[in-house]
């Protein structure tokens, strides 16, 4: 049994007297264990797909349709109580900003030892314990000195490794990580995804990876899903999209990745802008955009099983 399924999911909000769809009929898998990235230009839908997860959407956004499934839990149901009881608990998320995930005014020792006593029955020392193991998984070095700390003590890289830290420290089955190193320089980008796939292999968690960077989506990730739109344009084995993406959009989007042998300022992009929400055709969302448009594009593209995945394009070979 997959530990999280999203079945048709459709996340928007009302205006103008009919619906706004953001996310438009997103199905996904996620086995115990495993590490999808979730790929796409800015505005796809990844992270309000990501918060209607732990149904954390900001209202008006609403989920209008579609199951959320999470260890045989029905997410898209589940009462107020049972989600705080998860979120932090058995899901955990780290997002980008660091900063904004921890506040100024406390040691980062209180900060991690009351996530810990939120979600476990645990007295002050042995809070403090895991809170020490949980720093010295992420590779904090001094455990128990930090923990006396402020946030602005630590630098960026150290500050989102403490938030890995308060995601770990329940024991978490799902971590959602939302860009989690776009902040940081490139060398501290590739540590903390290491840290990821180490925490990974070691707690058996499994990652939902969020990012525009497919090299570091690469490094960690079995699977990807590549969204464009709201909707899921393919998905495969992170090598074989690599090999072979079968995809206009995910081709496009992997002649973007800047490579060695580039000559100096060049920056390749994808010709013409990203859809706006709302103004979205009926059809394949790519559409506008793509150089092996047809006719039939003005249609949506069926989401179909392949020899590598999933794609949804009428051009695509099998
Ligand atoms: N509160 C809101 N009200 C209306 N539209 C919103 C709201 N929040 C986000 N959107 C729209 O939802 C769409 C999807 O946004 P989302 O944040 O999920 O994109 P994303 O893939 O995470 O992008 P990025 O890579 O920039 O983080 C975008 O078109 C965005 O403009
Ligand atoms: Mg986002």
């Known amino acids: 049994m997959a530990l999280l399924e999203l079945d048709d999911l459709h996340i928007g909000y009302p205006a103008d007297g009919g619906m706004i769809e953001l996310v438009r009929g997103l199905s996904l898998s996620l086995d115990a264990g495993e590490a999808i990235g979730l790929v796409g230009e800015s505005g796809s839908g990844k992270s309000q797909t990501a918060l209607a997860i732990l149904q ?6 609403r989920i209008l349709k579609g199951r959320i ?12 109580a049972a989600l705080r009881r998860l979120r932090g608990g058995a899901i955990s998320m780290v997002f980008q900003d660091a900063m904004s995930g921890l506040n100024p005014a406390f040691t980062v020792g209180v900060q991690l030892t009351n996530v810990i006593s939120a979600h476990r029955k ?6 403090t314990r895991i809170a020490v ?21 630590f630098s960026g890289g150290m500050r989102q490794r403490v938030l890995i830290a308060m995601a770990i420290a329940c024991r978490p089955k799902l971590l959602i990580a939302d860009e989690p190193t776009t902040a940081l320089d490139v060398t501290v980008q590739a540590q903390i995804v290491d840290l990821l796939g180490d925490l990974r292999r070691k707690l058996g968690l499994a990652v939902l990876f969020i ?24 998905e495969g084995k992170v090598d074989a999209l690599f090999a072979a993406p079968a995809h206009p959009y995910t081709r496009a989007l992997l002649a973007c990745v800047p490579r060695l042998s580039d000559l100096p300022g060049v920056i390749h992009t994808i010709e013409g802008s990203a859809p706006v929400a709302g103004r979205l055709t009926t059809g394949c969302p790519f559409a506008p955009r793509c150089g092996a448009r ?9 989401v179909r099983l392949v020899a590598s995945g999933r794609i949804a394009c009428w051009k695509a070979a099998a």
């Open 133 to 153: 193991e949980a720093l010295d998984m992420v590779g904090i070095r001094n455990p128990e000195a930090r923990l006396r700390q402020y946030p602005h003590q």
């Open 211 to 234: 990012t525009h960077n497919l090299d570091l989506m690469a490094q960690l990730c079995d699977r990807a899903v590549v969204l464009y739109g709201g909707m899921l344009m393919e």
């Open 69 to 80: 499934r999470f260890d045989g839990q029905d997410l898209t149901d589940a009462g107020e």
């Open 122 to 127: 645990a007295s002050r020392a042995e809070a």
């Open 56 to 61: 954390l959407l900001r209202p008006p956004l």
């Open 294 to 302: 047809v006719a039939q594009c003005a249609d949506r593209p069926p």
